[in-house]
């Protein structure tokens, strides 16, 4: 047995914990490898709505083990709120959920400089979770990791030590009174004793559970173009939501991964700032908002929406590697009488070969469309390919030629039952 990894291909939201909970019934392991409670995975079972933003979106299967890797940020509160309202809505995480000890963790000064540099000139349009500086951190070799709650001798010094200079930048830069040391040294005292017995090798349990035959299924957060090195820089996350880092976001090496599957939206959107091109500032783009319901899991902000972009996911497939590919929300394309598809970029009067790297330059493009008869039917009951329409079925042939993927999964509703299987 061998590891797959599940990625959002275009800008995050495309109904990834709906299909990771779909596909779970086939895999004993779940881990999520990077991001943080930046991401809201919706699962919906019978009437309930479940949004995940740290926990593996399998939890809500009895029998499947999930695990927090180390490329993920985690901020303490926010799992132990999501795990207290899993376990009031009767699921149950002990014994089958575990975090590694070399992930990092967020600090209530990373969700503050967060939203101070929101505040800024260069407005991402962040989540506000702290996501970005926590990564920082990491990376400046300052982060306070989960493996630093069992020693709390040494977990209160690096708080101190951080809070110092951390309260220096804060007074001095920003003007801000500076936080208390005192009461965060004492909450995360208290968090060590909550979450001491999640605490996990993780590379060694996972590659264990891979050579005793067990399957493992990785689930990203966010979406390609999000991605730090991928994705539309600076407009993205901190981390790296494509398939390469499924590996240093869990310890799984590449020669353990066997398949890549994307999760891709039949049309597009985004929540936050950055460029767009098939974004719809109309009618249009409202409707897609509306049928689609797209507004933010995690912050309720208005998604942005748009066409599908068939260049983007062409591009997203070389970048991951994608295997296969779960289409999602193909439902909230009903009623719409003709669909646009972009099948490449025009800058300055040339069609681009390659998916443009700067900002400024995918500001300025223009979409090459192709127009398609759209339908009318209410697919949301559909149970197989057979059933959808002929002009839906024409739209998934155009869609899957231009971005050269293999579409194996549908899905026309929020709901298990409402996915099926090409
Ligand atoms: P994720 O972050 O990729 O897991 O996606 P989100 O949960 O943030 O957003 C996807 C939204 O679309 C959620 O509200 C899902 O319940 C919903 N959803 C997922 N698949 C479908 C679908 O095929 N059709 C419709 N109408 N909604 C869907
Ligand atoms: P899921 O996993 C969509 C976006 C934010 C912002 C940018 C940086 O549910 O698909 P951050 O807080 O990460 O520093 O914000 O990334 N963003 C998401 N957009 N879905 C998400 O997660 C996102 N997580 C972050 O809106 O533009
Ligand atoms: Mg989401």
Do not use: A, F, T
């Given at each position: 047995m061998s590891a797959t990894v599940l990625v959002?291909?275009?800008?995050?939201?495309?109904g990834k914990g709906k299909i990771v909970d779909i596909l779970s019934e086939k895999y004993k392991i779940v881990a999520r490898y990077q991001g943080g409670a930046n991401a809201g995975h919706t699962v919906i079972i019978g009437d309930k709505q479940h949004i995940l933003h740290l926990i593996p979106s399998g939890i809500l299967r009895d029998d499947v083990i999930c695990v927090i890797g180390n490329g993920v940020v985690i901020d303490p509160s926010a799992l132990l709120e999501e795990i207290e309202i899993l376990e009031k809505n009767g699921i149950n995480v002990e014994g089958r959920l575990y975090i590694s000890h070399n992930a990092h963790l967020i600090m209530p000064y990373h969700k503050l400089l967060d939203s101070i540099s929101e505040s800024g000139e260069q407005k991402i349009g962040t989540t506000g979770r702290g996501i970005g500086p926590c990564y920082i951190d990491k990376f400046a070799r300052k982060g306070i990791r989960i493996?630093?709650?069992?020693d709390r001798a040494e977990l209160e010094k690096k708080i101190r030590a951080n809070l110092k200079e951390k309260n220096e930048l804060l007074k001095k830069v920003y003007e801000h009174e500076g936080l208390d040391v005192d009461s965060i040294v004492k909450d995360y005292l208290e968090f060590d004793k909550a979450i001491d017995k999640y605490i996990k090798d993780v590379p060694a349990f996972l590659n264990q559970a891979l050579n005793e035959g067990k399957s493992i299924l990785l689930e990203g957060a966010q979406g390609t173009l999000l991605?730090?090195?991928?994705?539309t820089y600076p407009f993205v996350t901190s981390s790296s939501p494509t398939s390469g880092g499924a590996c240093t976001g869990t310890g799984i090496p590449p020669t353990k991964i066997d398949s890549v599957i994307g999760i891709v939206k039949a049309y597009t959107t985004r929540v936050g700032n950055g460029p767009f091109p098939t974004e719809l500032l109309n009618e249009e783009g409202e409707k897609l908002r509306k049928i689609g319901a797209e507004f933010g899991a995690t912050t309720g902000r208005p998604r942005r929406c748009g066409w599908y972009d068939a260049f983007l996911v062409a591009y997203s497939q070389m970048v991951n590697g994608i295997t296969s590919v779960a289409i999602t929300k193909l439902d909230v394309l009903s009623g719409f009488e003709k669909i646009n598809v972009c099948i490449g970029y025009e800058l300055n009067g040339k069609r681009l070969k390659s998916y443009p790297s700067s900002v400024d330059q995918l500001s300025s493009v223009t979409p090459i469309y192709e127009e398609l008869d759209g339908w009318d039917e209410d697919i949301s009951n559909c149970l197989s390919y057979d059933e959808l329409p002929a002009k839906t079925k024409e739209y998934l042939e155009f869609i899957a030629k231009h971005s050269g993927i293999k579409i194996d999964i549908i899905s026309v509703?929020?709901?298990?039952?409402q996915t099926f299987f090409v």
């Open positions: 959002g291909s275009q800008w995050g939201d495309e493996v630093d709650l069992l991605d730090i090195d991928h994705g509703g929020p709901k298990r039952k």
